[in-house]
């Protein structure tokens, strides 16, 4: 079992840049594979990005792919969301999710087991 606690949200003017950190408890963290998603008001918690539970494979959604690197570290039981080029659109509520498979290549919420509460991104000038 992990519990995902996600940390470094706030306010960036469009084209700047931002790291997410998500930081999970737990002695297993290295078995799972970590996922992002992100909620915009009034629509569906939509998959980020996904990396595998050692790092090697990772699966970004299309509309941030060139802009968004994801990245772990299981020496500090931390995944990370370096997000660039920054738009308007990318303003949401940030979750940082525990998938049991560990392959990193699931972009459906139903497949991860242990979110965190979320931390909020605002794009705006």
């Known amino acids: 079992q992990v519990q995902p606690v996600e940390s470094g949200g706030g306010l960036v003017q469009p084209g700047g840049s931002l790291r997410l950190s998500c930081a999970a408890s737990g002695r297993t963290f290295s078995l799972y594979a970590m996922g992002w998603f992100r909620q915009a008001p009034g629509k569906e918690r939509d998959f980020v990005a996904a990396?595998?539970?050692?790092?090697?494979?990772?699966r970004y959604a299309n509309s941030v792919k060139g802009r968004f690197t994801i990245s772990r570290d299981n020496a500090k039981n931390t995944v990370y969301l370096q997000m660039n080029s920054l738009k308007p659109e990318d303003t949401a509520v940030y979750y940082c999710?525990?998938?049991?498979?560990?392959?990193?290549?699931?972009?459906?919420?139903?497949?991860?087991?242990?979110w965190g509460q979320g931390t909020q991104l605002t794009v705006s000038s």
């Open positions: 999710a525990a998938d049991p498979a560990g392959w990193g290549n699931s972009v459906s919420p139903n497949e991860y087991t242990y």
């Open positions: 990396i595998g539970s050692d790092g090697r494979n990772t």
